[in-house]
């Protein structure tokens, strides 16, 4: 599936994972200044060291954290998850440096370094890169948890331990090529953490189900991925996936939730109203290459292959669901039916009263915004129908004028506010 990669996305947790190790190596280098491998450290270097190295890890997590949101302003969506993140990664990264730093000891003295005098290099290269790749792993757990996702967290280890891995194997040969300067350590912090921000980004994107491409809009061009059960679209903040700039975007203008193995899109706006494919939907089923529109906003729902099967596609611009079995046309038998603008039938019940509106729980589900959600009924009596509005917002009409109830008869044209059908016996 071509584009299943998003760039974007990569790019910004790229330059955050980046970004991260490069401010982190402030406090790094302040509390390395001075010192070496060799040489006795008291308490208070250790602790200033192992301090240090911890919030170089919170400041990666933090702003890989807020990179989530793909946003360069700094909003209050951006401010939380950084700042989330940057606490949750300090408290699980204390323990993690300190225990990733035993482990680096241990593999030098088995090296031969110790107290005055160097082992071998590559005994260095062993220590940096297991030690710095299991403090990633741990870092890419505490972004994970940081947003409160099972799958994410599992992206997060995945991520962590491969840039871990790399930043901890090629460190110590920028340094050598370096120098082992101030310079060379800056290149290494941060290119340790672009390593990390990377690589928990690529597992992101190669290991999600679903996503939205916006097509048409002012974010033309994003792409959102779909990894909760249940995923917001709108204009509030608030929303997993937030459409800005267009008035007629509601607040929480629509909901896609994942049901068993596939994906349902639900429309939550009263006026302006959700179109799958074209067609105006109070619930639909997505599958992919399904078209969504929200306003001015065009968007295109994709799905990995093999993740999700389809169990349906709208099939006129009016209703959303096929009647109830009860309510089923066959075309060859001559009860009494509604014709909508599109040329399908729908019978009416004739043991219980054919209730029309846009909520589910209508025997006839109409999705037009001038459509009240229980609108109107039509009921069997004495041999014939009848037609009540049961108080809709925009009325009820026969042969163009309002009614509240009505007998019906062949050929007359009823409209649930701008919804036109025509009734047959």
């Known amino acids: ?52 190295m911890a919030l170089m890890w919170a400041l990666i997590g933090g702003l890989i954290l807020a990179a989530e949101s793909h946003e360069l302003a700094i909003t209050p969506r951006t401010s939380r998850n950084f700042l989330r993140g940057f606490i949750i990664c300090f408290v699980i990264g204390l323990p993690a440096v300190y225990y990733a730093n035993v482990i680096f000891t241990a593999i030098l003295v088995a090296g031969g370094w110790g107290v005055g005098h160097t082992g071998a290099f590559a005994w260095l290269v062993m220590a940096r ?75 992101q994107e190669l290991t999600k189900d679903a996503w939205l491409v916006v097509e048409a809009g002012r974010l033309s061009g994003r792409q959102f991925r779909l990894e909760r059960q249940t995923v917001t679209l709108g204009r509030a903040e608030e929303n997993t996936v937030g459409l800005f700039g267009d008035p007629r975007v509601q607040a929480r203008h629509a909901i896609i939730t994942r049901r068993g193995d596939g994906w349902e899109i639900k429309n939550l706006a009263v006026q302006a109203g959700t179109t799958v494919n074209g067609h105006l939907i109070e619930t639909s089923p997505l599958a992919d290459g399904d078209q969504i529109g929200i306003g001015d906003y065009v968007l295109r729902f994709h799905v990995r292959q093999g993740a999700a099967a389809r169990v349906g596609r709208p099939d006129s611009p009016a209703f959303i669901h096929s009647p109830r079995p009860e309510t089923a046309v066959s075309s060859g038998l001559p009860q009494p039916h509604l014709i909508d603008s599109s040329g399908k039938r729908y019978a009416l019940r004739s043991d219980a009263p054919t209730r029309l509106g846009r ?45 509240t109830e009505a007998r019906i008869n062949d050929g007359d044209t009823i409209a649930l506010g701008d919804a036109p059908f025509t009734f047959h016996a």
Do not use: C
């Open 1 to 52: 599936m071509s584009g299943s990669i998003d760039r974007r996305h990569l790019f910004f947790m790229a330059i955050a994972g980046l970004a991260g190790g490069a401010i982190g190596w402030i406090p790094v280098e302040l509390a390395a200044s001075g010192h070496s491998l060799t040489q006795v450290q008291s308490s208070w270097s250790q602790f200033a060291g192992l301090v240090s």
């Open 129 to 203: 890169t297991i030690g710095w790749a299991l403090t990633g792993l741990t870092l890419g757990i505490a972004v994970g948890l940081s947003s409160f996702s099972i799958r994410k967290t599992i992206q997060g280890a995945i991520g962590g331990w491969v840039g871990g891995f790399l930043g901890g194997f090629l460190f110590d040969f920028i340094n050598l090529g370096g120098g082992g300067g101030t310079t060379s350590r800056l290149i290494g912090l941060s290119l340790l953490g672009l390593a990390i921000g990377l690589a928990i980004g690529l597992v």
């Open 359 to 403: 909520a589910l729980d209508n025997d006839i589900v109409v999705s037009h915004p001038s459509v009240s959600r229980h609108h109107a009924e039509i009921a069997a009596s004495d041999g014939s129908y009848v037609l009540r509005d049961m108080q809709s917002q925009n009325g009820t009409f026969l042969d163009g004028r309002p009614v």
